[in-house]
Structure formats: C-alpha cells, structure tokens
C-alpha cells in the first residue's frame, strides 16, 4: 500500500517510517499538517497515519480536507494522539477520520489497524468492480457470470464478496404489489366470513 505520513516529531516519524517500509508498503513522509495537503494534491496513497497535534495544520483540519476532495478512490485515514476521551474521540470520527490510535505508538497495533485498511479499501474496490462491470438484466435484475449463468443478485454478491443482504421492501412496490394482495385477502375473509359464494361458482 502507498501509506502518507503526516508527523512533525522526528522521533515519531522515524518509528512510523521503519515500522511501515519494513511491512513492504511504500512511503510518502511529511512534517506538518499543509506539507501532507500539497503532498495528497500531486499524488495519491490508499491511506493517511496523520498526527493530530501539528504546526501550520493540524490533523483535524487536514482530514477535513482530504474529504472535501471529489475523488472516486476512498483514502483510510489514521490518526495519531496523545490525547484521550469520549469528546476527543468524537470529534475525530465527526471530522471524517477512519480510526484513532493513541501515543505512545505501539508498532504492532499500528499494523494491525493498517491491515483492517487494507481489508476495507480491498472489499471498496471489489464493490466498485462489480458495479462497473456486471452484466445485469434490465427486467428481473439477475446478473450474468463468466460462464453466461444468470444468478440472483443477493447469490453473486455473496458469493464474490460474503455480504449478505437484509430484504425490505420499498414504499413504491409497497403501495403496488403489497396493498392489493392485502386488499384481497381482506375481501376473501370478508366474504369466508359472510358464506358468501365466491365469484364464478355454481
């Protein structure tokens, strides 16, 4: 994975640094908040390891604007603190960060959280394929594989992906197909009920 850091204590950063580049991802390291902002403008990375507390631009401010950007690619953003709390925390996920770790840094939480990243952006990018390419019918909505099969959506999501899917059923087809079938039954009660005859018999 191609990992931003955003660190402006060198002693931190060079513990990132090593921690990462020897788990084989590929490294962009910055020392403030706005030197990781023009870093994200020129190049991409699938994630973010972001200090909070930094001169010029803090983390806040700059997860804020990494998801202001209008990009089709999710970036993960970690954020690094010392700080602790509910209300810290808070303000962490409401600023758009994706996980929080706290200093001092411990390398193998650290790559642990990176590979629940590396989970998470890979099952975005199945998601993101699959929608790209299905071949999908544009009456019952099945979907076609390589072996020109014709699968229920819910089988082929589940099988490419282990999502399961949890069935409703929307105000439009509610009001078209539930409402009658509930307005027939109701007369066939009605009329079980009177002894009536029913319609077409003798």
């Known amino acids: 994975m191609k990992i931003l850091v955003a660190e402006d204590d060198p002693l931190s950063r060079r513990v990132l640094q090593l921690t990462l580049q020897n788990a084989g991802h590929e ?11 023009e870093m994200c403008l020129t190049k991409s990375c699938q994630i973010i390891v972001s200090d909070w507390m930094m001169p010029e631009m803090d983390g ?20 690094l603190t010392a700080r602790v709390g509910r209300e810290n925390y808070q303000a962490a996920m409401n600023a758009g960060v994706d996980d ?58 589940h099988d ?12 439009k087809c509610y009001s078209e197909h539930i409402v009658p079938q509930l307005e027939a039954l109701q007369a066939e009660n009605e009329r079980l009920s009177s002894g009536a005859t029913p319609p077409g018999a003798k």
């Open 27 to 37: 490294l962009l390291l910055t020392e403030t908040g706005a030197q990781a902002w």
């Open 60 to 79: 806040l401010e700059f997860c804020r604007k990494v998801r202001a950007r209008r990009r089709r690619e999710y970036t993960y953003f970690i954020l």
């Open 100 to 157: 929080f770790l706290t200093k001092p840094l411990n390398a193998d939480e650290l790559l642990n959280r990176v590979r629940v990243a590396e989970r998470l952006l890979g099952f975005m990018n199945q998601v993101r394929e699959l929608k790209r390419l299905l071949p999908i019918c544009s009456y019952c909505k099945k979907i076609r594989d390589d072996k020109d099969y014709w699968h229920q959506i819910e089988t082929y999501i």
């Open 160 to 171: 490419h992906t282990g999502s399961d899917f949890s069935h409703s059923i929307c105000p």
